[in-house]
């Protein structure tokens, strides 16, 4: 049979995320050190993994309301207001999703129309590009550049912006660049939201994971509340990924058809998760400086590695990942990721899966003990001295 006869060009435009078929080719080596998957190393924090078992030994098993339960919605919006003094109502404004990927894909379906053209600074988290094709939507990249920090270039924006542009995707702090956006250009992006009447969605996964300088929650900045839709979650900060549960905020007419969604294909986030992360926003917020600081001193000792082998990069100011430039050894990403790890067995990520702008680069997740990290650093060290 031609099984594609009967798939939607919606998902035969889909392509393999580059991580997965990274991931793919490492699955089939032994004795791979991977610095490729981009989450934290840590356990989730005891009190929360308690509070999961807790909630199921008290028979916590049913569904909840849609839009996940109050008690949750309630201590999100205290979070976010102690966190980015930015106000969302538990009622009509915040739903629980399932992890950030829920919100994204929810977003995009409620939002884009086929032909819609969507802004993406690039390099960015593989799956706004996905979300993006299964909405139908036109993508429109706009480099971040190394020169510029991976910062926002509202300049290169703006010269993106046409009359079919319906919204801008930010992802800052970024995975993979760790760059953490600065408010200066974030207000100038801000002005072009509103001058060119667009919809702004922040995926603001790594808000807490902060080392240099400030993370700006987009919908803070003057007249952007009323057209952002500020996505976040709990994977990262508080080492939940496999918990899967994040959210989404925004004005209730946008967040209201985004829960419709929801209903549909979710109905709600699992309780379990629901009541583990009712207790991270009450107790957990130590365990988040804890990881954060230890995140922090890895990235200095990563930095100074990478650097000292000649590797240039942009020192990440927010996230776990590093994000050096190899183009001088003449491979490209895919072909330089392939030699370290058929060489060296250490995975990491060819730069442009992560879009057009990440070529030249490779992504590497700190999110690791000190000792892997120094040991991928060692082979690393070892394996670049061909190039030097
Ligand atoms: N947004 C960014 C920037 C990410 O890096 C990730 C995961 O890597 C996500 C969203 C998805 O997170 P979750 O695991 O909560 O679905």
Request: aromatic share 10%; glycine share 6%.
């Amino acid at each position: 049979m031609n099984y594609e006869q009967y798939l939607s060009d919606r998902v035969l435009n889909l392509k393999p995320s580059g991580i997965r078929r990274f991931f793919d080719l490492a699955a089939q080596m032994d004795d791979i050190l991977s610095l490729s998957v981009g989450e934290p190393d840590f356990d989730t924090p005891l009190p929360i993994i308690q509070a999961g078992i807790r909630s199921l030994e008290k028979g916590e098993t049913h569904y909840t309301a849609n839009a996940g339960r109050i008690k949750l919605r309630e201590a999100l919006a205290i979070h976010l207001e102690k966190l980015h003094h930015v106000q969302y109502k538990p009622e009509g404004e915040i739903f629980l999703t399932v992890g950030g990927s829920e919100g994204l894909y929810i977003t995009a379906a409620a939002l884009l129309n086929p032909g819609d053209e969507i802004i993406i600074p690039t390099p960015c988290f593989v799956s706004y590009q996905g979300v993006s094709i299964l909405a139908d939507a036109k993508i429109v990249e706009v480099a971040t550049t190394m020169e510029n920090n991976f910062d926002l270039d509202p300049k290169e924006i703006e010269k993106a912006i046409t009359p079919k542009t319906k919204a801008i995707l930010l992802g800052f702090p970024s995975n993979p660049t760790g760059a953490v956006a600065s408010r200066e250009m974030l207000l100038e992006v801000a002005r072009l939201a509103e001058e060119h009447d667009l919809i702004v969605i922040s995926d603001e996964m790594y808000d807490q994971i902060i080392y240099d300088g400030e993370h700006v929650c987009f919908s803070t900045l003057p007249n952007m509340w009323e057209r952002t839709i500020l996505l976040g979650g709990f994977s990262k900060d508080f080492a939940m990924t496999g918990w899967r549960i994040g959210y989404a905020c925004g004005p209730k007419p946008l967040i209201e058809k985004m829960l419709f969604i929801h209903q549909y294909i979710i109905m709600c986030v699992n309780t379990t998760a629901q009541d583990a992360a009712i207790e991270a926003l009450q107790t957990g917020q130590e365990y988040v400086y804890e990881m954060v600081e230890e995140y922090k001193r890895r990235r200095d000792y990563i930095f100074k590695r990478l650097t000292d082998m000649g590797l240039p990069m942009v020192k990440p100011s927010g996230a776990f990942y590093a994000f050096p430039n190899i183009s001088h050894t003449g491979l490209t990403s895919m072909e330089f990721c392939e030699q370290f790890l058929k060489e060296e067995k250490v995975a990491i990520v060819p730069g442009d899966a992560f879009g057009e702008a990440g070529k030249g680069f490779v992504r590497i997740c700190y999110a690791n003990s000190m000792e892997n990290i120094t040991e991928a650093m060692n082979r690393l060290e070892r394996f670049m001295q061909k190039f030097n």
